[in-house]
């Protein structure tokens, strides 16, 4: 299995332009989680699927961020619209419904907004 | 999830065993302890996990106490490419994981 594969890798834009941030997850995984990485914050989870349906959008940190997942090998998050300080790394990650628990993290994609 | 306490930074010379603490004295029955490893600019990485007996995997031995309080990530024999940040994270197998900001690992040649 190729892992969990994030596109793109770098994304720069300008300020109040819409970004899409995409990610596959590992065929047969239950759950995908989309994580935020900052020097001032860490590690911050934004939001979980389980199913495809999201169960915990409780670290979305405003309305201008939406996650989709329309199927099993895919999911979005949309940034609209986008402003400095949402400049991070975006992690995506899959697991299993095993009870080993184990996350898989994608190489995630820089943003960066100008 | 319970929390859990890591020393901030530490540094291992290259060769060395490093022993990595955490502490989580609030861990319930059914938490286990998850360690992941975070090497620069990349997503994070499974190390091993337990829930009250040692573990030991290709990568590292984790060692937990009686009173699962506390526990210790040991990896053996430390490279250079050890250098990484390390996270100690308490849960239940289905919840979600929630990173703390972990202990910054140098490995000094």
């Known amino acids: 299995d190729a892992g969990v594969i994030q596109s793109p890798r770098h994304e720069v834009t300008e300020m109040g332009q819409e970004v899409t941030l995409r990610c596959k997850p590992i065929?047969?995984?239950?759950?995908l989680f989309w994580y935020r990485q900052t020097m001032m914050r860490g590690l911050e989870l934004l939001i979980y699927?389980?199913?495809?349906?999201?169960?915990?959008d409780s670290g979305m940190p405003e309305d201008r961020f939406s996650a989709k997942m329309p199927n099993a090998s895919f999911s979005t998050l949309k940034i609209q619209p986008s402003e400095p300080r949402d400049s991070a790394v975006y992690f995506c990650a899959s697991r299993s419904g095993d009870t080993t628990g184990k996350l898989f993290f994608g190489s995630g994609t820089q943003l960066s907004v100008l | 999830d319970a929390k859990t306490t890591q020393p901030t930074s530490m540094d291992c010379a290259e060769g060395r065993a490093a022993n990595l603490p955490c502490n989580h004295s609030?861990?319930?029955?059914?938490?286990?302890v998850y360690w992941y490893r975070q090497i620069h600019s990349q997503g994070p990485q499974y190390i091993i996990h337990?829930?009250?007996n040692n573990e030991t995997n290709e990568m590292a031995s984790l060692i937990i106490t009686e009173d699962r309080k506390s526990s210790t990530l040991i990896l053996p024999h430390a490279t250079l490419r050890d250098t990484a940040v390390y996270y100690c994270i308490v849960r239940v197998s289905y919840d979600k994981v929630i990173f703390g900001p972990g202990t910054s690992l140098s490995v000094i040649p």
């Open positions: 699927f389980n199913n495809n349906v999201p169960i915990d």
């Open positions: 337990g829930l009250k």
């Open positions: 609030t861990i319930s029955g059914n938490e286990y």
């Open positions: 065929s047969g995984h239950d759950y």
